[in-house]
């Protein structure tokens, strides 16, 4: 993973430009099991930590960030760094039979 620092300083940086949420992340935040907000999203750009990271994806480079609503129940975030703007892939509550407990780490198959 590259540095992790690096990572967030693009992460944050891009989101100051400018916040896309894209029309997959629009859909998957909404659905009634999940209800994630935009400040839940920003306050996890703005605080949350990186999980997993996409550098060598073949759409750009993005990562999974992770951090908490405001009454502590995880939320995943998948995003990309631009030059213009921050791209919100995705969003949503990880399952405890993917994740580990903390939510950080996958469970292997």
């Given amino acids: 993973m590259e540095n992790v620092e690096a990572i967030l300083q693009k992460i944050r940086k891009a989101s100051k430009r400018r916040i896309l949420f894209l029309p ?3 859909r998957q935040m909404s659905r009634p099991d999940r209800m994630i907000g935009t400040g839940d999203v920003k306050r996890i750009i703005a605080e949350g930590e990186v999980v997993e990271d996409y ?4 759409r750009g480079h993005s990562c999974l ?3 908490f609503d405001e ?5 995943h975030i998948l995003c990309a760094p631009r030059d213009e703007y921050l791209a ?3 969003a949503y ?3 405890r039979l993917e994740w ?3 939510f950080r780490t996958r ?3």
């Fill in 107 to 109: 469970k292997r198959k």
């Fill in 100 to 102: 580990d407990k903390d």
């Fill in 71 to 75: 009454e502590g129940r995880p939320i």
């Fill in 55 to 58: 550098a060598d994806d073949p």
């Fill in 24 to 26: 997959h992340a629009i």
């Fill in 93 to 95: 509550r990880p399952s």
């Fill in 88 to 90: 919100i892939i995705t």
């Fill in 65 to 67: 960030m992770m951090g």
